[in-house]
């Protein structure tokens, strides 16, 4: 059974940082590659950024480029998303997925994680 859990969300200021983690299990996780989507409240849930299978390929929306980075570590099953300067329009859930192929920005990917809600407040 595949999951991925999200960790680290939590209530920060404007300007802050924040890191979260995803944790998966179940899968090949070198195989995979990995992103983030987050979803405002009211909002649909929107692509933040992605990484190939072997950490060489990232992709950002604009609206994170230069402030958010991802990575990933294959020997510990584990995505990062490093988050500077934090603004209120950053919160949202942020959800972990996962595609054997690439992570596409409409959401059709293969697995999801539960999601972690971050809040910034001003």
């Known amino acids: 059974q595949v999951q991925l859990v999200e960790i680290g969300g939590g209530s920060v200021q404007t300007g802050d940082s924040l890191r979260l983690s995803c944790e998966a299990s179940g899968l090949s996780f070198s195989s995979y590659a990995m992103g983030w989507f987050r979803q405002a409240p009211g909002k649909e849930r929107v692509f933040v950024t992605a990484?190939?299978?072997?950490?060489?390929?990232?992709d950002y929306a604009d609206p994170v480029r230069a402030r958010f980075f991802i990575s990933r570590d294959n020997a510990k099953n584990t995505m990062y998303l490093q988050m500077n300067d934090l603004m209120p329009e950053d919160t949202a859930v942020y959800y972990c997925?996962?595609?054997?192929?690439?992570?596409?920005?409409?959401?059709?990917?293969?697995?999801w994680g539960q999601g972690t809600q971050v809040t910034v407040s001003s």
């Open positions: 990484i190939n299978q072997n950490g060489r390929l990232t």
């Open positions: 997925t996962a595609d054997k192929n690439f992570v596409s920005a409409d959401g059709r990917n293969d697995y």
